[in-house]
C-alpha cells in the first residue's frame, strides 16, 4: 500500500491490520520559507522523518495595518491579491509535482480571525469585537474573501487538502463566548465548507497554541475529514477513541509536541508513541497536537514515525 492510499484508508476504515500512518510538523528557518529552497526544505524534512503526508507550512502571514484604529477602520482593510500569496504559491506548486503521486498533499490554513490578528493585532482585535462586532465583521469579510483567493488557488493547482485551524474559543481570548458564534465562526465554516466540498481530504486543527481550552463544543460541527485538538481540555483529559467519537471522524495525535518528542530521548519518544498507540481508535494517524517547538530532533520524530509503522492494530 502506498503512503496516499495508506493515508486515505483511514476515512473509511479500509485499511487492514497494518501500519499506522503518522506525520509531524515542524517551522523551518525564514530562509526556507519560500521557493525552491522552501520546496527542498519540506522534502528534506518528509525524507528524513518518514512521514506519510506532505504538511505544508503557511508562512504568508496577512500584512499589518497600522492604519485600523477603531472598530470602523476594520471596513477599509484592503484586500489581498494572488499575487500577495506568490511567494506561498511556489511552495505549494514544487510539492504537488514532487509528491502527490505518492502521497497526499495538504496545506496549512490559518483561519480568518487567525488572518484578521496579523492584520491589526490580535489584543486590538479582539476589544475591537468587543466594542463594535459589527463593525469588525465587514473586515473580517474582506479577510475571509483575501484567504478565499489563497484556498481556491491551492486546489486549481492540485493540492488534496488543508490543515485548517481554528482559534478564538480558547479561555479568554474573547470578552464572550457569543462573540466567537458572532464574529469568527461563521468565517471560519465559509472557508472549511468550501474546502469540505472540494478537497479528498481535510484536517480540522483546533488550535491551542495562543491558549488552553476548557469547552470544546462548538467544534464538532466544524467540517474536516480528520480532526486533530489537544486531548486537554480544561480538567478533562479525553482519550483518542472518545474525541474520534466526539467528533464522528479519526482523530489525529496522540502526543504531546512539548513532552518526549521534544526533550526526551529516543527510547522515551518510542515508548511515548507505543504508549499513544495502544490507546488509540481504530482509524488514527499518529501526531503531535500541533506544531513541534523549533529544535525539536528529526530523530525523535522519525522513532515514533517507527513505531507507528511497526505497530499493528
Not at 112 to 119: D, E, L, N, S, T
Not at 158 to 185: I, K, N, P, W
Not at 187 to 201: A, G, N, T
Not at 264 to 270: F, H, L, P, Y
Request: charged share 20%.
Amino acid at each position: 500500500m502506498s503512503k496516499r492510499d495508506l493515508v486515505l484508508s483511514i476515512l473509511d476504515g479500509s485499511a487492514p491490520q497494518g501500519p499506522v500512518p503518522a506525520a509531524f510538523f515542524s517551522h523551518f528557518d525564514p530562509s526556507c520559507h519560500f521557493g525552491q529552497a522552501g520546496v527542498d526544505k519540506h522534502l528534506e524534512f518528509v525524507r528524513a522523518t518518514g512521514m506519510d503526508f506532505v504538511k505544508i507550512q503557511y508562512e504568508r502571514k496577512f500584512p499589518s495595518d497600522p492604519s485600523v484604529e477603531r472598530p470602523a477602520d476594520w471596513a477599509d482593510v484592503k484586500p489581498l491579491t494572488l499575487e500577495y500569496f506568490e511567494p506561498q504559491l511556489s511552495v505549494v506548486r514544487g510539492l504537488v509535482e514532487a509528491c502527490k503521486a505518492e502521497t497526499v498533499v495538504v496545506v496549512t490554513l490559518y483561519s480568518p480571525f487567525m488572518c484578521a490578528g496579523h492584520v491589526g493585532g490580535a489584543e486590538l482585535l479582539a476589544a475591537h469585537m468587543a466594542e463594535d462586532p459589527d463593525a469588525v465583521c465587514k473586515g473580517m469579510e474582506i479577510v475571509t474573501e483575501s484567504l478565499r483567493l489563497f484556498v481556491r488557488e491551492c486546489i486549481r493547482i492540485g493540492v488534496d487538502g488543508f490543515y485548517h485551524s481554528t482559534q478564538g474559543y480558547e479561555a479568554g481570548r474573547l470578552a464572550s463566548r457569543a462573540l466567537f458564534h458572532r464574529c469568527v465562526m461563521p468565517y471560519d465554516l465559509s472557508i472549511m465548507e468550501e474546502i469540505d466540498r472540494s478537497c479528498p481530504f481535510s484536517i480540522l486543527h483546533v488550535c491551542d497554541y495562543h491558549d488552553p481550552y476548557d469547552d470544546i463544543s462548538p467544534f464538532p460541527a466544524y467540517p474536516g475529514k480528520v480532526v486533530n485538538i489537544n486531548p486537554q481540555v480544561g480538567d478533562t483529559t479525553y482519550t483518542g477513541a472518545q474525541l474520534s467519537a466526539m467528533f464522528g471522524r479519526p482523530f489525529m495525535g496522540g502526543m504531546d509536541r512539548h513532552g518526549a518528542l521534544a526533550k526526551g530521548t529516543e527510547a522515551e519518544v518510542r515508548a511515548a508513541a507505543r504508549e499513544a498507540l495502544s490507546a488509540a481508535p481504530e482509524r488514527f494517524i499518529l501526531a503531535a497536537d500541533c506544531t513541534v517547538p523549533p529544535g525539536t530532533p528529526w530523530a525523535n520524530l522519525r522513532a515514533a514515525i517507527d513505531e507507528a509503522h511497526n505497530w499493528r492494530r
